[in-house]
DNA sequence: GTGTTCGATATGTCTATACATATAATCACG
DNA sequence: CGTGATTATATGTATAGACATATCGAACAC
């Protein structure tokens, strides 16, 4: 196959380690087709001959392959390209504030709504918790360059989450505090479109009925539900965006 | 830190290899918030010595939770607790049959229009490809128990894709046949709220106006654009779903 | 005080070896 | 002609040791 690399001067000629080489020779053999899906990479034995190396360098490269997900790895039977997972992307939501400035725009940001109570059946059934506790519930404005640019509504269970208590959600948007307060497991975004009713409208100067995309958020920590948020953006003037990137 | 294990047997009372303990053991910790983000963990021989094993056992565990990007390694310095990747999720998009067909409803596809053409400006500044060439301009409708599920257009760059020549759009959906004939490397998503406009509106049969969840994905092999597409469902009727599970 | 050098140290890579374990392939048997 | 036991083999885990490399901090020079 005549994979050989040059190793003339072992650890000084070679910007990329061993392993690295190995594992990015690979990568572009399946990503450029050569190597296509159900195919049966060499040997780890062959690879060793091939590169020069111990089996545990070639291993090595293989399981970062296989932990990425790009190669199946069988005992006895070898190791064999995967078939891509039927479309996947990695969606990327960063919290509002920092989206806009990220953009060079201005943010602004206007606490609409900020209530203290005991969690109403409506309240434990969007957070999905069982027995009765303490909630915040938030709705608030980010803008863009003094343009409404989205609208929350938020409910924070207090008792999973009681420094919330003491946050100043006037100063500081709910989003961007519990990023940086509130460590979390699990997450769960539910995308879709709706027609913007009258108060969305209003808040976002948009015209009634006018489509708006719609993100709700949960959020988890082993298990436990922290928070359940509903952020609607003017659907022409947004785009999430996600990207896929083999390997 | 009392972390010693249970080794009286080494290779026979373990159910989870050694360096998966440890890997399950430093995950625990850190979702469970006793080490929170910023924590240095033990250093490679401390934890060598309270689970009693060699350095490389601990360094695999490690390396597993740093590509996982659970914890960053920096020499010198230690290992530390990473704070989670400002949210990011995965989305997962099957293909549209495969997607209904997995509900437990019956899949109906018409094609609507299938033209073959020099590429013009439009094309070429769709699929983001400089010189012209031939494409393939597809316009399809999928529909679940016989109500209309969503609406696609679709762009395929032929001189990239020349089997897509071949293929009977009529009785096989361009996605499913691309998805299953054609390896592509990278993609990207957009996702956007509008307006149903009179022809989407016939198409979908819902209200002109009705707000519309959009898809616009465009796919890449190598660098080289295979195909645009846009999907376009009822808003309110679906939600695309993304996850993230930390670990 | 400020910048430089240098040693200590933690991680990063690699080797050679050993044994464990899952399983594809083969073979013996009813 | 299946079918169950056996064997060969590729990957999986683990060890001990070696050297590479980045970098924090302290000692040093200016």
Redesign the pocket.
């Known amino acids: 196959m005549s994979l050989a690399i040059d190793r003339s001067k072992?650890?000084?000629t070679?910007k990329p380690?061993?392993?690295?080489?190995i594992r990015l020779d690979i990568e572009r053999r399946i990503l450029s087709g050569e190597w296509p899906p159900g195919h049966r990479?060499?040997?780890?034995?062959e690879l060793m001959a091939d590169?020069?190396?111990?089996?545990?360098?070639?291993?090595?490269?293989?399981?970062e392959l296989?932990q990425a997900d790009l190669i199946e790895?069988?005992?006895?039977?070898?190791?064999f390209v995967r078939r891509p997972k039927f479309l996947s992307a990695v969606l990327t939501i960063s919290d509002i504030r920092a989206e806009i400035t990220a953009l060079g725009r201005s943010y602004g940001y206007q606490l609409i709504k900020c209530s203290r109570r005991i969690a109403n059946a409506t309240d434990r059934i969007r957070l999905g918790v069982g027995k009765t506790g303490k909630v915040i519930a938030i709705a608030c404005r980010h803008s863009a360059d003094a343009v409404p640019f989205a609208i929350e509504d938020r409910l924070i269970d207090l008792d999973a989450v009681p420094e919330a208590a003491t946050a100043d959600f006037a100063a500081e948007p709910p989003g961007s505090w519990l990023l940086h307060h509130v460590p979390w497991t699990e997450a769960e975004h539910a995308i879709s479109a709706i027609s913007a009713d009258d108060e969305a409208a209003a808040s976002l100067d948009i015209p009634i009925g006018a489509p708006c995309l719609v993100i709700d958020r949960h959020t988890w920590r082993g298990g436990r539900p922290l928070t359940a948020v509903r952020l609607i953006y003017p659907g022409e003037s947004h785009k999430l965006v996600a990207r896929f990137k083999g390997g």
């Open positions: 072992p650890q000084l070679d380690t061993l392993y690295k080489q990479i060499p040997f780890e034995h590169y020069r190396c111990s089996r545990m360098t070639v291993s090595k490269a293989l399981s296989a790895r069988r005992r006895r039977a070898g190791t």
